[in-house]
């Protein structure tokens, strides 16, 4: 399936079964675009517009509103912009502590926690938690500040996936028991990794994409908590970073994202790639 336009840099959010994709990099600008996809009929349509156009943001759905967190243009913001799942006004529902883009957020049933990302000059590291994207409370400090990060929450620990630390591209895997606040390096991923995507499928962890800060990366792994092991279980059609990634019933949806030619020339992606356990 294609988007309308190439789009990288998005929030890419489960609607009952549609997509929803909220604001992004178009190639050229920093997009407001609200999109409504059906991937079942192939339609798509922009049912709002961000109050305030964002990439390198973060979302989740909290409370039957869509909550798109953070992000910038020339800088960084502090907003939290939400709009019902069906589309319709946008509102800013509350602000960060501090200005952050380039950052991560993984939801659990309930809560949402904002991991990573930078105020435009300074790595943050704390992780920030929020029910309603109204209010935000630190509830951990990441081991590593990493900017680009990709992480999941698995029942009360928080999976932290890579990122960049000072400018590096790291293969740190951080653990961060949310019940108690502790961080922890608690592995290493097979190679460094960051501007990749992580999500959660009937309970298996894929990490997917991203760049070691040389090529783009199309390595699908899935991770296990339990030995803190990485195996390789697949490859996105294109080698991609800085996706999207949303879970409907049916799987997992990839959603745009950067790739380079043979001559290292970036572009922005317009498909939508639907991923699936194989069992």
Excluded: C
């Amino acid at each position: 399936m294609k988007l309308p336009t190439p789009v990288s840099r998005l929030v890419a959010l489960g609607a009952g079964d549609q997509l929803l994709l909220l604001g992004g990099f178009d190639s050229s600008t920093t997009t407001a675009n609200v999109l409504l996809v059906s991937p079942g009929t192939g339609t798509v349509s922009v049912v709002a517009h961000l109050a305030q156009a964002t990439h390198d943001a973060g979302g989740a759905v909290l409370g039957g509103r869509a909550v798109v967190i953070g992000g910038g243009i020339a800088a960084s913001t502090t907003d939290a912009q939400a709009v019902a799942v069906s589309g319709g006004a946008v509102a800013i529902s509350g602000h960060l502590p501090q200005p952050r883009s380039d950052l991560a957020v993984a939801a659990g049933p309930t809560t949402a926690y904002v991991v990573g990302g930078y105020t435009g000059s300074t790595e943050l590291p704390d992780v920030l938690a929020t029910t309603d994207g109204a209010s935000f409370r630190v509830v951990a400090h990441l081991s590593e500040t990493v900017r680009y990060p990709a992480a999941v929450v698995a029942g009360s620990v928080l999976w932290v996936f890579g990122g960049e630390h000072q400018g590096a591209v790291t293969d740190d895997i951080q653990r961060i028991d949310l019940t108690t606040g502790a961080a922890s390096i608690a592995g290493h991923l097979p190679a460094r990794l960051s501007h990749a995507a992580a999500t959660v499928i009937d309970g298996t962890i894929l990490l997917m994409g991203g760049t070691d800060g040389r090529a783009h990366q199309g390595t699908v792994y899935r991770f296990d908590p339990a030995t803190i092991s990485v195996v390789s279980v697949g490859a996105l059609p294109t080698p991609t970073s800085d996706m999207a990634v949303a879970v409907l019933a049916d799987g997992a949806y990839v959603v745009g994202g950067e790739t380079a030619d043979a001559q290292g020339k970036v572009t922005t992606l317009d498909t939508i790639v639907r991923l699936q356990l194989s069992h």
